[in-house]
């Protein structure tokens, strides 16, 4: 981590690249458009502000909420109502009403603020497990 000319933090030009997940190429073109601001060590070498990075991953992250989802594996859905919602700076823990059911879903504050969430709200809980795990009880003896 480098300070920029103008005293905040900057990577390397290579590390933003890999953490924004385009190529070195891609940041330079997108300098020469003005879509990002880079700017030079004393020894001329390309960085890129912290603040940058996080703009673009805003960016990006936007852009993929705004793609409506038309199909999707899961076939455990439950429609139903926003019971309670505790968030602190990190976690949340929503509990939604689905009919006879009580779903309970931990999840980062951050998607419920990206989802809007609030108590009173309808949303969907989908179930996608990669185990299920069925157990049976003893059988009793039969006494004849």
């Known amino acids: 981590m480098a300070i920029s000319a103008r005293g905040g933090q900057a990577i390397r030009v290579g590390l933003a690249a890999e ?20 700017e030079r060590s004393g020894g001329g070498q ?11 991953l805003a960016e990006k992250r936007s852009q993929a909420l705004d793609r409506p989802i038309v ?41 419920v603020d990206e989802l809007g969430l609030k108590v009173g709200d309808e949303a969907v809980c989908v179930v996608k497990a990669t185990n299920v795990i069925v157990e049976v009880a003893a059988r009793r003896e039969s006494r004849t």
């Open 71 to 111: 199909a999707g594996s899961a076939r455990n859905r439950f429609p139903g109502i926003v019971t309670r919602i505790e968030k602190d700076r990190v976690a949340a823990v929503v509990e939604v009403i689905a009919g006879p059911h009580r779903m309970v879903s931990l999840m980062t504050a951050e998607a």
């Open 19 to 38: 953490m924004l997940q385009v190529s070195v190429e891609t940041l330079r073109r997108w300098e020469t458009e003005g879509r990002l601001k880079v």
């Open 46 to 56: 390309r960085l890129v502000p912290i603040a940058e990075v996080t703009r673009l």
